[in-house]
T-cell receptor
Framework: AQSVTQLDSQVPVFEEAPVELRCNYSSSVSVYLFWYVQYPNQGLQLLLKYLSGSTLVKGINGFEAEFNKSQTSFHLRKPSVHISDTAEYFCAVSWGGNKLTFGTGTQLKVEL | NAGVTQTPKFQVLKTGQSMTLQCAQDMNHNSMYWYRQDPGMGLRLIYYSASEGTTDKGEVPNGYNVSRLNKREFSLRLESAAPSQTSVYFC???????????FGQGTRLTVV
């Protein structure tokens, strides 16, 4: 079965430090990749998406992600985090259908 | 700018009771989805509707039914609620394949 893996359930980081949130998926055949952010008690908001083209994708709030077909990965990065980035981040993959399969999420906690 | 609207926002049910969660989108999207979110498990797809008039099972459909009432509305029904259905439920919609899914604010359901 196709799957999405976010190995890190929690990532603590100091403010202004860089961060990488990891995402791996089970098959690279016709994949479409997304990162969503969820702030407390809210719905999910799209950060960025990869459908085709350049493997480096830039999103909102200074985040970016790189599609690596050989590694079947789509890691999310930010060079300098802010307290307001504290949230849960979800990687999601579509294997050519209408629906998205989500990872289990990574809680990013930014500390002063 | 309502986007995706879910009602109710909170609900407490007794085991065996039934209820319907309502979802409406005003973006003229073709596809709509119901997910449940549980701690440590990410979002799991319950049912989806690729277009008006069609519905399909997702990953965890047991105990649920859905109705795509029209292009705007997609409801989720629990016929006989069980404590295992305690969760946060999210409705989402998208234009179609590979496009951004927009999420509602969620319904927090507790079954006692």
């Amino acid at each position: 079965a196709q799957s999405v893996t976010q190995l890190d359930s929690q990532v603590p980081v100091f403010e202004e430090a860089p961060v990488e949130l990891r995402c791996n998926y089970s098959s690279s055949v016709s994949v479409y990749l997304f990162w969503y952010v969820q702030y407390p008690n809210q719905g999910l908001q799209l950060l960025l998406k990869y459908l085709s083209g350049s493997t480096l994708v830039k999103g909102i709030n200074g985040f970016e992600a790189e599609f690596n077909k050989s590694q079947t990965s789509f890691h999310l990065r930010k060079p300098s985090v802010h307290i307001s980035d504290t949230a849960e981040y979800f990687c999601a993959v579509s294997w050519g259908g209408n629906k998205l399969t989500f990872g289990t999420g990574t809680q990013l906690k930014v500390e002063l | 700018n309502a986007g995706v609207t879910q009602t109710p926002k909170f609900q407490v049910l007794k085991t065996g009771q039934s209820m319907t969660l309502q979802c409406a989108q005003d973006m003229n999207h073709n596809s709509m989805y119901w997910y449940r979110q549980d701690p440590g498990m990410g979002l799991r797809l319950i049912y989806y509707s690729a277009s008006e008039g069609t519905t399909d099972k997702g990953e965890v459909p047991n105990g649920y039914n859905v109705s795509r009432l029209n292009k705007r509305e997609f409801s989720l029904r629990l016929e006989s609620a069980a404590p295992s259905q305690t969760s946060v439920y999210f409705c989402a919609s998208s234009e179609g394949r590979f496009t951004e899914a927009f999420f509602g604010q969620g319904t927090r359901l507790t079954v006692v």
